[in-house]
């Protein structure tokens, strides 16, 4: 059987294995060694050293990463915001423009508007579901398209396949940011994309124990943005790569389980007469549904919701909870809470909130794999509160 031909849960746990099996060893080992014995290799890139990123636990990584998204290559690296910095900075020169997502992760919005001006890249945002506003902002020196999977933490889903289509047709570089969707929900080398980007600190490895990130595309892509990684020197360790590699084995079961929890609880909350609004991609009220129907096989454990009566009501909701967790982060076991307009979106003016649509009794569930009517009869009894 090809590799290309198994299913996501088969290649979970087969695909990139060592073969033979080190020693027989069932789980892969750590290989605990900074550098290994010479053999001749004439490359810098090739000498096997941790911080190149080509031990024996690197190696099992990037073989299994590509796999799951049907794609060449893969890398990992030491967090995500260190994929999505290399892959930016190997792409993009000085006197490149950037068209990039409105709403990205605030780490990427931080880097592209006060890191990239200071190297010479310029940049544009636009709205990822409408391919006019892009046509307006292309230029002659935009190198590259940049957009997430869903939006956070108001789940938008852009118009990725004219994204890619747009890519092509004007010779720009399609990165997307596929942390939300993880590779069971999305697939971006299947639509075309040149480079996903990954924090497998959240569903990739699933266990909220590690930083790590991925980097997943086309085989040049990847060669290069390794290169340039072994330069700047955002290696993964042996032992978070062995944390990752046991997280990902339960990847699909992780995240179809969250999907249809999320979907659950989307409906519940949708029905409550103490909600206002629920964004979650899978419900049919969602803008971005006609696009992930398409193309997402589930529509990830994320969610969000305004609660009615303001941001009291909103901290009465939080506070009434017993099962979820109130942090910050994603993508794990554990059901977590977070007002976005106090935490990851603290740094944005009353107005600049309003503007991206945040309101101040925005919630936002990373739902986790507890029991799906165990959560809802939590929510209930705290909506029931307000
Ligand atoms: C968390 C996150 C990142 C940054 O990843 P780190 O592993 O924290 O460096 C980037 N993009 C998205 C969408 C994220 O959720």
Aim: hydrophobic fraction near 40%; glycine fraction near 8%; include cysteine.
């Amino acid at each position: 059987m090809k590799v290309s031909d198994m299913s996501m849960e088969t290649k979970l746990i087969h695909s990139g294995e060592p073969s033979p099996r080190v020693m027989g060893a069932v789980s892969m080992p750590i290989f605990q060694s900074a550098n290994f014995e010479f053999k001749g290799e004439e490359s810098y890139h090739d000498i096997k050293y941790i911080r190149l990123n080509n031990t024996p636990n690197h190696q099992v990584l990037h073989a299994k990463l590509a796999s799951l998204e049907n794609a060449e290559a893969a890398l990992v690296t030491g967090s995500g915001m260190a994929a999505i910095t290399t892959a930016l900075l190997t792409v993009l020169s000085s006197g490149d423009h950037l068209l990039v997502q409105k709403t990205v992760y605030g780490g990427t919005h931080s880097f592209i508007t006060q890191d990239c001006p200071q190297l010479g890249i310029s940049h544009d945002f636009i709205d990822p579901a409408d391919p006019e506003d892009w046509e307006k902002k292309v230029r002659e020196n935009t190198r590259a398209i940049y957009v997430e999977s869903m939006s956070n933490p108001l789940l938008e889903v852009g118009n990725l396949k004219a994204v890619v289509e747009f890519a092509q047709r004007h010779g720009l570089v399609s990165m997307i940011d596929n942390t939300f969707a993880s590779p069971v929900n999305f697939r971006p080398a299947e639509w075309g994309f040149d480079i996903s980007l990954h924090s497998c600190t959240k569903y990739l490895n699933g266990h909220s124990d590690i930083v790590a990130g991925a980097v997943i595309g086309k085989a040049d892509w990847v060669e290069r943005i390794t290169h340039k990684l072994n330069h700047l020197g955002g290696t993964l360790d042996p032992h978070a790569c062995s944390l990752l590699h046991r997280g990902m084995k339960t990847l699909a079961l992780r995240v179809k389980y969250q999907n249809e929890s999320a979907m659950k609880i989307a409906q519940f909350l949708e029905s409550h007469p103490a909600v206002e609004k629920v964004n979650y991609p899978g419900l049919e009220s969602n803008p971005g549904y006609r696009f992930a129907r398409e193309l997402f096989e589930g529509y990830s454990g994320m969610l969000s919701f305004e609660v009615k009566g303001g941001v009291h009501k909103a901290e009465t909701f939080m506070n009434a909870t017993r099962l979820p967790i109130i942090a910050p982060s994603l993508g794990g076991v554990e059901t977590l809470l977070t007002r976005p307009a106090s935490t990851s979106h603290a740094g944005l003016s009353p107005e600049e909130l309003q503007a991206s649509g945040i309101s101040e009794s925005l919630i936002r569930v990373s739902v986790g794999i507890e029991s799906t009517d165990d959560l809802i009869a939590d929510f209930q009894q705290a909506l029931d509160k307000l």
